[in-house]
Each structure stands twice: as structure tokens, then as C-alpha cells.
């Protein structure tokens, strides 16, 4: 009976790891896509911010309408 008992426990253990290493993996996988996008967020900001500025500068206000 304790075998069964700690053949049960050792399936469910490994079970619980197959689980948690598949939620690793997926979790790992966003990020990576979560932080392309950013860095791609981040370019285009500094391109649209540099295409600003040469406008910005010719309005005495500030930002152009």
C-alpha cells in the first residue's frame, strides 16, 4: 500500500513538473514576442520623435496643429 501510495505521489510530482515546465515555456515565448514589439515601439518613436522636431522648432508654439 505504501508503494502504491508513493507511486501515486511520484506521477503526480512529475505530472506537476511536465505542467509547470509547459507553462515555463509558453510564458518564455511571450516575453520574448512582448519585448520585440517594444523594442519595435521604441524605433518608431525615435523616428516619428525626429520627425517632429524640425517641425516643432518652426512653430513658435510648440507642437504644429
Known amino acids: ?3 502504491l ?3 501515486g505521489a511520484l506521477i503526480l ?3 506537476l513538473i511536465g505542467y509547470l515546465y ?7 515565448k511571450a516575453l520574448q514576442v512582448s519585448e520585440q514589439r517594444f523594442a519595435d515601439c521604441q524605433k518608431v518613436t ?3 520623435q525626429n520627425q517632429l522636431a524640425p517641425l516643432q522648432k ?7 496643429q
Open 22 to 28: 509547459q507553462q515555463l515555456t509558453t510564458t518564455e
Open 5 to 7: 501510495i508513493f507511486l
Open 58 to 64: 518652426k512653430q513658435p508654439g510648440g507642437v504644429p
Open 46 to 48: 525615435f523616428q516619428l
Open 13 to 15: 510530482a512529475l505530472g
Open 1 to 3: 500500500m505504501k508503494n
